[in-house]
């Protein structure tokens, strides 16, 4: 959620469901099994070769913001009724 590219490596990579939204929908992060070294290996040299990198994650990021409300915001307004 900061405008980065986000790789993780773990068993659970696959199985979270909010990691999962991150990745297959906005493109923010990627998730590893430890079974898949080589896959994050080429996912971060494919990254750092991306020209714009900075300007692409911006773009999904502010997207994914866009789409989501601010659970603070949310709170607080339940909060005053």
């Known amino acids: 959620m900061l405008g980065v590219p986000s790789i993780r490596m773990n068993t659970?990579?696959?199985?979270?469901?909010y990691l999962e939204e991150?990745?297959?929908k906005y493109?923010?992060?990627y998730g590893f099994k430890p079974?898949?070294?080589?896959?994050?290996l080429a996912?971060?040299?494919?990254l750092l070769?991306?020209?714009?990198?900075?300007?692409?994650w911006q773009?999904?990021?502010r997207k994914m913001l866009e789409e989501k409300i601010?659970?603070?915001?949310?709170?607080?307004?339940?909060?005053r009724v």
């Open 49 to 56: 070769a991306m020209p714009g990198l900075k300007e692409v």
């Open 12 to 17: 659970f990579a696959g199985k979270i469901s």
């Open 43 to 46: 996912k971060i040299d494919e």
């Open 35 to 40: 079974a898949d070294y080589n896959k994050m």
């Open 70 to 79: 601010d659970v603070t915001e949310w709170i607080i307004k339940v909060l």
């Open 22 to 24: 991150q990745e297959k």
């Open 27 to 29: 493109g923010l992060t």
């Open 59 to 61: 773009q999904r990021r």
